[in-house]
Nanobody
Framework: QVQLVESGGGLVQTGGSLRLSCAAS????????LGWFRQAPGKEREFVAA????????VYADSVKDRFTISKDNAKNTVYLQMSRLKAEDTAVYYC??????????????????????WGQGTQVTVSS
């Protein structure tokens, strides 16, 4: 049973930083895609960033490129999202997701993960102006 546990959310001022963590367990994640999505009140869940567990290739939404960095720690089976220069519009519940099937490409992860993934419970990020 795949389990994803997010942590690290909180309240931060505009321009500040936060690091989210997603501890993954339940199977090996070699060749799988893992990523972060977010959902603001009244809006649909949207893609933020993803990576391939084996090769480390990454993909980002345009809205967070150059501000957010996704990374992983193989030994801890944990994926991170380092968020910098936060804006009020980054306020949302952030969810970790892992692909149900391996061997996708990073270009496909935004669609694949949204359509079919295991999800964590989410962590709230609030950016105050």
């Amino acid at each position: 049973q795949v389990q994803l546990v997010e942590s690290g959310g909180g309240l931060v001022q505009t321009g500040g930083s936060l690091r989210l963590s997603c501890a993954a367990s339940g199977r090996t994640f070699r060749n799988y895609g893992l990523g972060w999505f977010r959902q603001a009140p009244g809006k649909e869940r949207e893609f933020v960033a993803a990576l391939n567990w084996s090769g480390g290739s990454t993909v980002y939404a345009d809205s967070v490129k150059d501000r957010f960095t996704i990374s992983k720690d193989n030994a801890k089976n944990t994926v991170y999202l380092q968020m910098s220069r936060l804006k009020a519009e980054d306020t949302a519940v952030y969810y970790c997701a892992v692909d149900r099937s391996p061997f996708g490409t990073v270009g496909d992860y935004p669609r694949r993960l949204l359509e079919s993934a295991y999800w964590g419970q989410g962590t709230q990020v609030t950016v105050s102006s």
